[in-house]
């Protein structure tokens, strides 16, 4: 947390309130991986963890995890969810976008997101190819899987309570535990 608003200070400090709003997932982001690869990745313990003398380990529970076992912990506790919530972002506007220009074909699309990525271009290719009926269901998917993942957050984290181990769902993935 420390590092993350520092990074988000000196940011807002440099380049303004504008540009910080604009990029602060990403600037929390960066500083996560930094965190992560400097602590988990490294082979040192966090802050927390040395703080109350425990240790990662494999699912033997006689080894620390491998580095190829960390490198994924940190994956997919930093980068896959951010990617995961831009990618549904980008496909909800996209699909948003589709229907209000069918509605009103007469009118010129909207810029409210310009291509920037590749990503961006790759989903509006995609969702320009689609029957009307597959953009409906996309639409319904994309609110569906929105209004799950807060919910299979709150399940793990209520089975993690239950039966103490795994506080993170990256943690039950890779099988990190600690002793």
Wanted: charged fraction near 20%; hydrophobic fraction near 40%; proline fraction near 5%.
């Amino acid at each position: 947390a420390g590092l993350r608003s520092g990074a988000g200070t000196a940011l807002r400090g440099l380049a303004g309130a504008r540009p910080w709003l604009e990029w602060r997932r990403e600037v929390e982001l960066l500083s996560d991986v930094a965190y992560f690869v400097l602590t988990t990745l490294s082979g040192y313990q966090t802050l927390g963890e040395e703080y109350v003398n425990i240790i990662q380990v494999d699912p033997s529970k006689k080894k620390v995890p491998s580095f190829l076992r960390r490198a994924l912990f940190i994956s997919l506790h930093t980068v896959v969810p951010y990617c995961l919530e831009k990618a549904l972002m980008h496909l909800e506007h996209e699909l948003q976008m589709e229907a209000e220009e069918s509605r009103t074909p007469e009118n010129p699309p909207a810029l409210g997101f310009p291509s920037r990525t590749l990503i961006r271009s790759w989903i509006r290719r995609q969702v320009g190819e689609l029957t009307e009926q597959q953009k409906k269901t996309a639409s319904q998917v994309v609110y569906v899987l929105k209004q799950s993942i807060p919910l299979l957050h709150r399940l793990h984290l209520a089975v993690f309570y239950i039966q103490g181990t795994f506080y993170h769902l990256s943690k039950r993935i890779t099988g990190i535990s600690y002793v």
